[in-house]
C-alpha cells in the first residue's frame, strides 16, 4: 500500500501564490505547469472561481491551495500532490487519481473519487451523488475516499476495490434547507449499487433498504478498524478535528456479496 | 392535416465536440425587483466549457411594461415572406398593438441569422370562441402558435407569455447575449443556457429556452421518452415542430401545471416519477395511494433520461432533476434573490457569498415563488 508522506497543509513562506481572478481554466494550468516547472513546490491559488482541471496529472512533491470554488475534475489523473481546497468543491474530485491527497474543507458535488486508483480523498462537509464510482485496488494502489459529513445515492456504485467511509459528522452545508438532519439518510438510496470489491464504512445506523442487493451489512471487523487507523487521523488532522471521538464509531460495514454480481444477468 | 415542411439547416458539429454537457443557470427576485441582465450574462459565460457555441439563450420576465396586458409574440422566421405568412394568421386572430424587429446588435460570429420579429397583441374573443368547448385565452393561444409552427413554412413563433421574452439561437452566450443586448434588460426571473447538442440538430429555433405561454424551460441532458411524450402531448393538441427533445418538457408543464391544475411538487412526481420501490416503502397510505396513482395517470408524461431543467412561469423559478440525479443542480439563496445553476461558480461570480447554498435532491423540485 502506497502511504507517502503528505506535503504540509499549509504552504510555508516559499509559496507561489497566483492570482487565477478571471483566468481562463487553460491560462491558469498552464501558470501551474510553469510555476512547477521552474521548481515551485508549494503554490496557493488566490481568486479561483470555476476553473476545471486543477492539479491534473501532476505529479511528486507538491502542496497547492485552492482558495475559491475550483471547477470540475480537480486533482484528475493526480499522482502525488496534496491539494487543499478552503471552500466547496464541484464535480468529480480526484477523477481517476492514482497517487496524492486532495482535502476539500466545504463541501463536494457529485463523482468524488470517480474511478480512483490511488491516494485518498477527504471531504469535511457533505458530498453529493455517486460518491467513489468504479473506484478499484490494484497492487500497491488502493484509493480511500473519506466524507466528513453525508452522501447522497449511489454511494460505491460498481466499486471494485479501496475504501469508502462515510462519518456523519454535522457541519456539511450540501443537503438542501429542512433536510440537513434527516435521520438515517447518511446514504442515501441504492448504496452500493453493483459493488463487486473494496468496503464502505458507515459511522452510525444502516437501513437496508436504502442498500443494494449485491451487498452484504456487518459489524465493521479487526481489519476495518486498522484501516480506519491508518487513515482517519490523518483525516481529522487536515480538518482539525478530534480524532478520538470519530473513531468511536460504531462502524458499520458495507461489502460486495460477490466479486461478479451480474456474471449470469445476461447469461440464460 | 398538412405537418411543417420547413428543414432547419443543421450545423456539422463534428469539429465542435468537447466532453462537456450544457449550461444553466437562473435567478429569482422573490420581492419582484427588476435584476439586469448583466447578472445572468455573466453566470451563463462563466460556464463556457458546458456549451460549444452550437445554442445559447436567454428568458425574462418583466421586461415589457408598457405592453404588459398584451401577449409578447417572439417571431423567427427564414424570410421576410415567411414573416408575412405567419403575419396574415395573427391578423386573423389577433388584435396587433405594435409591432417591430426585435432589437439587436451586430455580431460578426452569428450566421444563418433568421427575421427576428415582436408582436404585441391581444387574441380576438371570436379566436377563443373558435376553439370551444369553454376555452380560455390560453388555450386559443396555444391552438394558434401550434398552428404556426405547424404550418406556416419557414415560421416559429418562439415566445408567447406577457411581459415576458425568450431570445435564443446558434452562437455562444456572448455572442447571443450582445446580439441581443441582455444586458441592457431588467428582469424580475432570469434563465439562461449554453447549449451541447447531441442527439438533435443546431438551428436557431432549436435553441433553448422552449416557451409557451407564459413557459419558458431549459435544459441540460437528453430525453429518452422523447417520443412517448411527444405522442402523449399529440392528444392534447400539442405539437412538436422544433427538433429537440426539450420542447417536450416545457408543454408537458403547461399541460399539467395550467391545464391539470397540479402544483410544481405533483408535476415533478408525473416527470420525475419516483421507483415503485421507494412507493412501497412509503409509510403514509394517502401518500402511497397518490403516488401509484400519478404513475398510472401520466405514465405518458413520465420523462426518462438525464435532465435538470429550469422553469418558469414568470411567478416561480423551478429547478429539477431526474430521479436518479444525472445531471448537475446547485441552488443558493442571499436575501430576496434565489439562484440555480448547474455548477456553484456560476452562483459564485455573481454572488460571492450566499446566505444558503445546497445541492437539491434528486426527483425533488426546488421552487422559489415571487411573493404576492
Known amino acids: 500500500m502506497t502511504t507517502r508522506a503528505p506535503a504540509p497543509a499549509r504552504p510555508g513562506p516559499a509559496a507561489v501564490v497566483i492570482d487565477a481572478t478571471g483566468l481562463h481554466y487553460r491560462v491558469l494550468n498552464e501558470r501551474i505547469h510553469a510555476a512547477v516547472a521552474a521548481g515551485a513546490r508549494s503554490i496557493v491559488l488566490e481568486g479561483v472561481c470555476g476553473q476545471r482541471y486543477i492539479g491534473d496529472g501532476l505529479e511528486g512533491d507538491l502542496a497547492i491551495e485552492v482558495r475559491g470554488v475550483p471547477g470540475s475534475d480537480l486533482g484528475a489523473f493526480m499522482r502525488g500532490p496534496r491539494i487543499d481546497v478552503r471552500a466547496n468543491a464541484q464535480d468529480g474530485v480526484g477523477n481517476t487519481m492514482s497517487d496524492g491527497l486532495v482535502a476539500v474543507h466545504g463541501d463536494a458535488g457529485d463523482i468524488p473519487g470517480h474511478s480512483m486508483r490511488g491516494g485518498r480523498v477527504y471531504i469535511r462537509g457533505d458530498a453529493g451523488y455517486r460518491v467513489g464510482i468504479h473506484m478499484k485496488a490494484y497492487g500497491d494502489e488502493f484509493p480511500v475516499v473519506i466524507v466528513g459529513g453525508t452522501v447522497r445515492d449511489f454511494v460505491g ?98 461489502s460486495p456479496r460477490s466479486n461478479r454480481p451480474y456474471g449470469a444477468l445476461y447469461a440464460y | ?55 445559447a439563450g436567454y428568458a425574462a420576465y418583466g421586461i415589457y411594461p408598457d405592453f404588459a396586458a398584451n401577449r409578447a409574440f417572439h417571431l423567427m422566421c427564414d424570410t421576410e415572406d415567411a414573416r408575412r405568412a405567419a403575419e396574415a394568421v ?46 380560455t385565452e390560453p388555450d386559443a393561444v396555444v391552438r394558434l402558435v401550434m398552428e404556426i409552427n405547424r404550418k406556416v413554412d419557414g415560421a416559429f413563433v418562439f415566445s408567447s407569455g406577457r411581459n415576458m421574452g425568450i431570445f435564443k439561437g446558434v452562437g455562444n452566450p456572448e455572442e447571443i447575449g450582445e446580439f441581443f443586448r441582455i444586458p441592457a434588460y431588467r428582469a424580475n426571473v432570469w434563465i439562461g443556457h449554453n447549449r451541447f447538442p ?119 423559478l423551478v429547478g429539477l432533476n431526474d430521479r436518479i440525479k444525472l445531471r448537475p443542480l446547485v441552488a443558493a439563496r442571499k436575501g430576496s434573490v434565489s439562484y440555480i445553476a448547474s455548477e456553484e461558480a456560476a452562483i459564485r461570480c455573481i454572488c460571492p457569498d450566499p446566505e444558503a447554498l445546497w445541492m437539491p435532491d434528486a426527483g425533488v423540485p426546488t421552487v422559489v415563488t415571487v411573493e404576492a
Not at chain 2, 458539429?13 to 427588476?34: A, M, N, R, W, Y
Not at chain 2, 404585441?120 to 373558435?130: N, S
Open chain 2, 198 to 316: 447531441t442527439n438533435s440538430v443546431s438551428w436557431w429555433g432549436g435553441a433553448h429556452p422552449f416557451g409557451l405561454l407564459d413557459w419558458s424551460l431549459v435544459h441540460n441532458g437528453e430525453i429518452s421518452s422523447y417520443g412517448t411524450n411527444r405522442r402523449y402531448l399529440e392528444s392534447y393538441g400539442y405539437w412538436c415542430t422544433l427538433q429537440t427533445d426539450t420542447e417536450v418538457m416545457a408543454y408537458l408543464f403547461d399541460l399539467l401545471v395550467r391545464r391539470h391544475g397540479l402544483d410544481f411538487d405533483l408535476a415533478a412526481q408525473v416527470m420525475a416519477a419516483p421507483f415503485w420501490t421507494r412507493i412501497e416503502r412509503e409509510e403514509d397510505p394517502e401518500a402511497r395511494r397518490l403516488s401509484s396513482a400519478l404513475r398510472a395517470v401520466y405514465g405518458g408524461a413520465l420523462v426518462s433520461g438525464p435532465f435538470a431543467v429550469l422553469v418558469s412561469d414568470g411567478k416561480s
Open chain 1, 157 to 254: 456504485e460498481y466499486m471494485a476495490g479501496g475504501l469508502l467511509v462515510v462519518l456523519g459528522l454535522p457541519g456539511g452545508h450540501g443537503r438542501p434547507p429542512g433536510r440537513a438532519n434527516d435521520a438515517g439518510r447518511l446514504l442515501g438510496d441504492f448504496a452500493g449499487t453493483g459493488m463487486h470489491g473494496g468496503a464502505i464504512l458507515v459511522r452510525g445506523a444502516v437501513d437496508p433498504r436504502c442498500v443494494g442487493r449485491e451487498v452484504a451489512i456487518d459489524p465493521a471487523g479487526p481489519a476495518d478498524l486498522a484501516a480506519l487507523g491508518r487513515f482517519l487521523p490523518e483525516f481529522c488532522a487536515a480538518f482539525g478535528l478530534d480524532a478520538a471521538p470519530v473513531m468511536a464509531g460504531p462502524f458499520q460495514r458495507l
Open chain 2, 90 to 135: 395573427l391578423r386573423r386572430d389577433c388584435t396587433i398593438r405594435h409591432d417591430e424587429p426585435i432589437p439587436t446588435s451586430p455580431v460578426k460570429a452569428l450566421k444563418n441569422i433568421p427575421v427576428l420579429w415582436r408582436y404585441f397583441l391581444d387574441i380576438k374573443p371570436e379566436a377563443v370562441e373558435r376553439v370551444g368547448g369553454g376555452a
Open chain 2, 1 to 55: 392535416m398538412l405537418i411543417n415542411v420547413h428543414r432547419p439547416s443543421p450545423v456539422p458539429d463534428l469539429d465542435f465536440k468537447v466532453p462537456s454537457g450544457c449550461g444553466l443557470t437562473g435567478l429569482i427576485s422573490q420581492k419582484g425587483e427588476l435584476l439586469p441582465g448583466d447578472a445572468i450574462y455573466r453566470s451563463l459565460c462563466s460556464m463556457e466549457e458546458r456549451g460549444n457555441g452550437l445554442g
